[in-house]
């Protein structure tokens, strides 16, 4: 299995910045993509940022421009650099993270998801 743990949530006023950091542990895996989710109350989860393996990136177009994601694979760690950020950006933040992991017998397939962290933008 390979666990997700978020950090750097917290309460922002609006144009100000936090950062996301999502760290991946376990043994034997590897990660294909990862990326970043956020779900407000009463909505669905949506996409935020994802990044491949080869460094290529998607991103919501509400937060093109504004966030940039990044991903250190030697330490399995995924960031969300979140700039200028707006009241709407408020949401739970989950990391998720797909790939393959070692059973010590075979390879087979993961998805991921982190516990979530609270970002919060006052007007």
């Known amino acids: 299995q390979v666990h997700l743990v978020e950090s750097g949530g917290g309460l922002v006023q609006a144009g100000g910045s936090l950062r996301l950091s999502c760290a991946a542990s376990g043994s034997g895996f590897s990660i294909n993509d990862i990326g970043w989710y956020r779900q407000a109350p009463g909505k669905q989860r949506d996409l935020v940022a994802v990044t491949t393996r080869s460094a290529h990136t998607n991103y919501a177009d509400s937060v093109k421009g504004r966030f940039t994601i990044s991903r250190d694979n030697a330490r399995n760690t995924v960031y969300l650099q979140m700039n200028s950020l707006k009241p709407d950006d408020t949401a739970v933040y989950y990391c998720?993270?797909?790939?393959?992991?070692?059973?010590?017998?075979?390879?087979?397939?993961?998805?991921?998801w982190g516990q979530g962290t609270q970002v919060t933008v006052s007007s």
């Open positions: 998720n993270a797909e790939g393959t992991y070692s059973t010590g017998m075979y390879y087979t397939s993961f998805n991921s």
